[in-house]
């Protein structure tokens, strides 16, 4: 197909579906860019605080598209600015460049056809779309008006508690009217609203100098079992929905010693602020009630929380996005955020989380993006950011 | 320069000769590869001399592999800088899907066996590397090994951008020693096994410049056409390190550069793997000490590896036929010479 006849037209507020298929058509034709990246930021681990090299490496990909206003602010995000024909405004799209990852797996990736494997392959993807941005743009021949900010988000998973977003929204100068914020999976995630949400360990630790035969448990495991079958106790309401993730458990060191430490990860979500805080609570008395029977250590550290909150679905940002993505038949999955959407609704910017492609077994090391899916991903993107710079949400 | 035909003598003054001559190549024509990041600039010093670069990926079964070098090639020197005119995978015959990968991804893919088909095919990798000269188009052909797990586009611009830049290099080696951030100190620096036990000393003893270079075996290399098409391809373990000989007998250390790429993960291989390589090499190294005459009566050299192995309380022979077949240089070839018009 020539050039000439794949352009699309971008000439309406809302790209039409044969404008979004053009689109498309143009980044599948230039998918390695895409796929290019996708494997010079992947491959580099970037557990939260420990993001440098990937946001180096960003910053490098920025460069080689020719974007010159490029920089890392002092919490080590990661900033490319595009400007626009009139730049009177600016456009947010965001992706963290960190991710909860064991930075001693292998991070290698295998391609084969249809496919990219490789452990966290999926996570990277929002900032690897970042990345390639620039270049498809170009290649569509699309210049915004608005000024388009490329931000990889340091400090943003765990612990981080979206710390990278949140320093830049409080510094960066500009009036941003909206954010996107990317994410790997799944095509059609699309996310206007944030989740309440506390999030925890609660590490319970046997001293050297314990009693077994006074408090009669056989080791940290079993007291964390305790505290688990406590959790899933607390009565939980349907409405307002609320729930609780334990995401992660880990604990001992051999088949044939006592454990004397154990750390339970968990998430308490929820749409009401007041009930999530409730739960909270009523895990912190079961924590302490634990400690008190068991003569163990056991303590519940809470080092992140978001708000509820967010735009309605007949959001002007919110219904572009629809009509992009039923544009390039893609079925809408609607689902809350906690990620950096959360900040932004947060400072009351109207914004979405957008998915890019198919993928499985994301965070195992069999993680795997369909390739075939990521040009209509890509192509959802650029037509929401049409949309939106046409004036489409004004 | 002295000639290769007289094997460097004992004499301290020689020596003495040799190591400053070594020391002076180290600092002029030892690169670093974060030399040439910015290839921009790199492309348009190209285009101005008006060369044209090919790179070539001879494969036998890498599906697990060949993928990733493709996207990266072809989307960081291709579509995003045009610093390459040809991607190519060259196949031994690959019986996994080493092929359809490359395909997929963008890459030219020919069958060594269907290129100058009149000539009687042979299998081994020199092959492949000397197919390329009459297959692909380019006045500079890098040879990459598709077996690299953290495979770079630094891995073609650093090897390339020597011979851009310096018109006198013909033949630039990768080594892999430096990564960007490295504590102060001495370090050691080397190759591998067999470079360290069999070929460095081999050039110590008739060709003491060589050893300069520091990972002879590394196959990784970029090199003028005007240079491949003249010299002869052992088609097996033996290639590399007889194109060192050839290329330094004909013009030269200065002749040669070399480039430090960082890092570089591959397969590693078992001891009885490299007793094989070290065979070959050897053969063909002893053959390149006759054809140039640096020694004399040779007897006739065995073609067979001896190994050994134990089952139970038995001692096994395993034997091994390794001969090192040798092609003739590419300009010797009617079809070659009819194609490049050098009749």
């Known amino acids: ?281 009523e895990i912190s008395d079961i924590v302490a009630e634990t400690e008190s029977e068991s003569g163990a250590e056991v303590s519940l550290d809470i080092f992140a929380q978001r708000e509820p909150g967010g735009i309605r679905i007949s959001h002007p940002v919110v219904r572009s996005a629809r009509q992009v993505m039923e544009g390039l038949d893609i079925k809408p999955l609607i689902m809350p955020s906690t990620s950096e959407t959360s900040a932004l609704i947060d400072q009351k910017i109207p914004a979405i989380t957008l998915g890019l492609a198919e993928s499985r077994g994301i965070s195992e090391e069999q993680d795997t993006i369909d390739i075939s899916s990521l040009h209509r991903g890509l192509a959802q993107l650029i037509g929401v950011l049409v949309a939106l710079d046409g004036g489409a949400a004004s | 320069m002295k000639s290769l035909r007289h094997p460097p003598s004992s004499n301290p003054k020689e020596a003495k000769l040799i190591g400053s001559r070594i020391q002076e190549w180290l600092s002029t024509n030892t690169f670093h590869f974060s030399q040439f990041g910015d290839l921009r600039a790199l492309v348009e010093a190209k285009e101005k001399l008006g060369l044209t670069i090919s790179v070539c990926i001879p494969t036998l079964n890498e599906e697990a592999t060949i993928g990733k070098t493709v996207v990266i090639m072809k989307s960081e020197l291709m579509d995003r800088h045009r610093l390459i005119d040809e991607l190519a995978v060259i196949d031994s015959g690959s019986t996994d899907k080493t092929l359809e990968v490359a395909r997929e991804f963008g890459a030219d893919v020919y069958l060594a066996s269907e290129i100058l088909p009149e000539m009687e095919p042979k299998r081994g990798k020199g092959e492949n590397l000397w197919k390329a000269i009459h297959q692909l188009k380019g006045d500079i052909i890098c040879y990459l090994d598709a077996d690299i797990k953290n495979i770079h586009h630094r891995f073609v611009y650093g090897l390339v951008a020597p011979l851009i830049h310096r018109p006198e290099i013909k033949y630039v080696k990768a080594f892999y020693d430096r990564p960007l951030v490295f504590s102060e100190g001495v370090r050691p620096s080397g190759g591998g096994r067999v470079t360290e036990i069999l070929v460095r000393p081999l050039f110590s003893l008739f060709f003491p410049e060589l050893t300069a270079v520091i990972q002879p075996l590394s196959g990784e290399y970029a090199v003028r056409r005007e240079v491949l098409e003249k010299i002869p391809f052992p088609i097996g373990y033996g290639v590399e390190t007889s194109h060192l000989i050839d290329v330094y007998d004909k013009y030269g250390l200065s002749a040669f550069g070399q480039t430090d790429l960082n890092q570089r993960i591959h397969r590693n291989q078992p001891t009885a793997d490299l007793g094989k390589m070290a065979f070959g090499i050897l053969r063909a190294f002893l053959s390149r000490l006759k054809s140039l005459g640096m020694v004399k009566d040779l007897p006739d050299l065995s073609v067979m590896l001896r190994q050994f192995q134990a089952r139970d309380t038995a001692y096994e022979e395993i034997e091994f036929e390794i001969r090192e077949e040798e092609r003739p240089p590419m300009n010797t070839i009617p079809a070659y010479r009819k194609k490049m018009g050098l009749d």
């Open chain 1, 1 to 281: 197909m020539n050039k000439q006849s794949t352009k699309p037209n971008t000439g309406f507020t809302i790209p039409d579906r044969a404008s979004l298929a053009a689109m498309a058509e143009v980044i599948r034709e230039h998918r390695e860019l895409a796929l290019g990246n996708i494997l010079l930021l992947s491959e580099i681990p970037a557990p939260p605080f420990h993001e440098q090299r990937r946001i180096q490496e960003f910053m490098h990909r920025l460069i080689e598209c020719g974007i010159q206003n490029c920089s890392v602010d002092d919490r080590g995000n990661g900033i490319g600015i595009l400007p626009g024909t009139l730049g009177d405004q600016s456009i947010l799209v965001a992706a963290s460049a960190d991710c909860v990852h064991d930075p001693d797996k292998d991070y290698n990736i295998a391609v084969q056809p249809g496919e990219l494997t490789g452990y966290g392959v999926s996570d990277s993807l929002g900032i690897s779309a970042l990345a390639t941005l620039p270049s498809m743009l170009d290649h569509l021949g699309i210049q915004l008006k608005s000024n388009l900010v490329l931000l990889a988000t340091a400090r943003s998973s765990g612990r981080g508690n979206l710390e990278g977003i949140r320093y830049f929204l409080r510094n960066f100068k500009q009036p941003l009217p909206y954010g996107i914020c990317l994410k790997g999976s799944p095509l059609g995630r699309l996310s206007y609203t944030s989740i309440g949400m506390l999030r925890g360990d609660i590490v319970c630790t046997v001293p050297p100098e314990y009693d077994w035969t006074r408090f009669g448990a056989a080791s940290a495991v079993m007291i964390m079992n305790q505290i688990i079958s406590k959790i899933v106790a607390i009565p939980l309401p349907r409405k307002p929905q609320t729930s609780i993730i334990l995401g992660s458990i880990e604990g001992g060191s051999a088949y044939d010693r006592i454990a004397r430490k154990t750390v339970l990860k968990l998430e308490i979500r929820g749409e009401d602020a007041a009930l999530v805080k409730q739960v909270g609570d």
